[in-house]
């Protein structure tokens, strides 16, 4: 069944969004945020990587100088990035649109069957998460340290309950890997704000 499911997400994705995955329909604008940051961060990747440098740590591009791998908007070693490792930043950025919200949707998924919830609400949780409008104006404006973030924080929440209520290396191991891919994500405030959610309901579920 979780196969099944899996399938079904997956054709939502391409039902929903494939027109992302055909060349030239990245939803941008001369006034996306992708023009003025994500791109210039993810052509200094593609450049260094593709000419045998490897990953840049240092953008001589802008101003004075600035980081470049330890910036965390660059979001160079995020997992929902990686096509930005491979093709050049405008030909990537729809395919990395539809990546993340196809990652909403299975995160999503999982986080609902992690709950206890039923097969089909979890499809609905996935078709809610997918569909979102926040994150489609996120995806429109083109902030994808944002858009990262905001995907991958339910599977922060889900692992800390998980890690409270059934404490041992499992639980750990999964939090830890939960709160990794959110600092991959590119956007710490997120982070952040949700650690200090996270610390004060660990303390009270630990006091109760």
């Known amino acids: 069944m979780k196969l099944r499911a899996l399938v079904f997400i997956l054709a939502l994705a391409a039902f929903g969004y494939g027109f992302l995955l055909q060349p030239g329909q990245a939803p941008y604008s001369p006034y996306s945020d992708f023009l003025a940051g994500s791109l210039p961060r993810a052509a200094i990747l593609y450049e260094s990587l593709h000419s045998g440098r490897g990953l840049p740590f240092w953008r001589g591009?802008?101003?004075?100088?600035?980081?470049?791998?330890?910036?965390?908007?660059?979001?160079?070693?995020?997992?929902?990035?990686?096509?930005?490792?491979?093709?050049?930043?405008?030909?990537?950025?729809?395919?990395?649109?539809?990546?993340?919200?196809?990652?909403?949707?299975?995160?999503?998924?999982?986080c609902g069957r992690a709950l206890g919830v039923g097969t089909w609400a979890a499809?609905?949780?996935?078709?809610?998460?997918?569909?979102?409008?926040?994150?489609?104006?996120?995806?429109?404006?083109?902030?994808?340290?944002?858009?990262?973030?905001?995907?991958?924080?339910?599977?922060?929440?889900?692992?800390a309950g998980r890690a409270i209520e059934w404490p041992g290396?499992?639980?750990?191991?999964?939090?830890?890997?939960?709160?990794?891919?959110?600092?991959?994500?590119?956007?710490l405030q997120i982070f952040y704000y949700s650690t200090l959610f996270l610390t004060v309901?660990?303390?009270?579920?630990?006091?109760d």
């Open 61 to 110: 591009d802008e101003l004075s100088g600035a980081a470049a791998l330890t910036n965390p908007l660059s979001a160079y070693t995020c997992p929902l990035s990686i096509l930005f490792w491979l093709l050049p930043p405008l030909k990537a950025f729809g395919p990395t649109l539809w990546l993340v919200f196809l990652a909403a949707g299975v995160i999503a998924y999982f």
């Open 123 to 159: 499809l609905f949780m996935a078709a809610a998460a997918m569909f979102n409008f926040k994150l489609i104006i996120v995806a429109s404006v083109g902030w994808l340290p944002v858009f990262s973030g905001a995907v991958t924080l339910p599977r922060r929440f889900v692992a």
């Open 169 to 187: 290396i499992r639980g750990t191991l999964w939090l830890g890997l939960a709160g990794a891919l959110a600092l991959h994500s590119g956007h």
């Open 201 to 207: 309901f660990a303390g009270m579920r630990l006091a």
